[in-house]
T-cell receptor, first 110, second 114 residues
Framework: QKEVEQDPGPLSVPEGAIVSLNCTYS??????FMWYRQYSRKGPELLMY????GNKEDGRFTAQVDKSSKYISLFIRDSQPSDSATYLC??????????FGGGTRLMVKP | IAGITQAPTSQILAAGRRMTLRCTQD?????MYWYRQDLGLGLRLIHY???????GKGEVPDGYSVSRANTDDFPLTLASAVPSQTSVYFC?????????????FGPGTRLTVL
């Protein structure tokens, strides 16, 4: 079992839909949780960062962490075609390494 | 502000050749990283450096070497390239003194080994 599991998609939604992207992890030592967005042929860019259970909101994006279930989510409200990208969850155990999920490809259709 | 730059953007290389991928950051971050990204396997850490003068091995270090002579530069060398090293390579950096590991990525180098 991989330490971080993420459905690869693709996930196709109409413009304006609420998108839910999810990751599960196996190591309870993980402390910090991040979401990256990666456009085609570009490097990943950090979207959200959190270290506690609960919700963190930034504009149309909400990151949710449930440490008891080892489950993290990213919600996108009022999705736009410009949100079409691959979304990577990344988890840090406070050591030297981030462990990345494989990424979920999202397509928002106008 | 450039952030992280990588060179070359892409490269086709014959197997057995030596290749150095360059990475420079202007954020004065103490930590730097090299990842490879392969379809279905996600991002995997090759090597890292927590501070100038020190380096460490990541998940997939075999066939790669790094050096960290100063804060800004972190080159990755393939001593004798093999086709399985065909991948997209990303350099990243983070400010570990801030207590977290938010990593900022460069634009990547697409490497094809024939």
């Amino acid at each position: 079992q991989k330490e971080v599991e993420q459905d690869p998609g693709p996930l196709s939604v109409p413009e304006g839909a609420i998108v839910s992207l999810n990751c599960t992890y196996s190591n309870s030592a993980f402390q910090y949780f991040m979401w990256y967005r990666q456009y085609s042929r570009k490097g990943p860019e950090l979207l959200m960062y959190t270290y506690s259970s609960g919700n963190k909101e930034d504009g149309r994006f909400t990151a949710q962490v449930d440490k008891s279930s080892k489950y993290i989510s990213l919600f996108i409200r009022d999705s736009q075609p410009s949100d079409s990208a691959t979304y990577l969850c990344a988890i840090d155990n406070a050591g030297n390494m981030l462990t990345f999920g494989g990424g979920t490809r999202l397509m928002v259709k106008p | 502000i450039a952030g992280i730059t990588q060179a070359p953007t892409s490269q086709i290389l014959a197997a057995g050749r030596r290749m150095t991928l360059r990475c420079t950051q202007d954020m004065r971050h103490n930590a730097m990283y090299w990842y490879r990204q392969d379809l279905g396997l996600g991002l995997r850490l090759i090597h890292y450096s927590n501070t100038a003068g020190t380096t460490g091995k990541g998940e997939v270090p075999d066939g790669y070497s790094v050096s960290r002579a100063n804060t800004d530069d972190f080159p990755l060398t393939l001593a004798s390239a093999v086709p399985s090293q065909t991948s997209v390579y990303f350099c990243a950096s983070s400010d570990r003194t801030s207590g977290n590991n938010e990593q900022f990525f460069g634009p990547g180098t697409r490497l094809t080994v024939l």
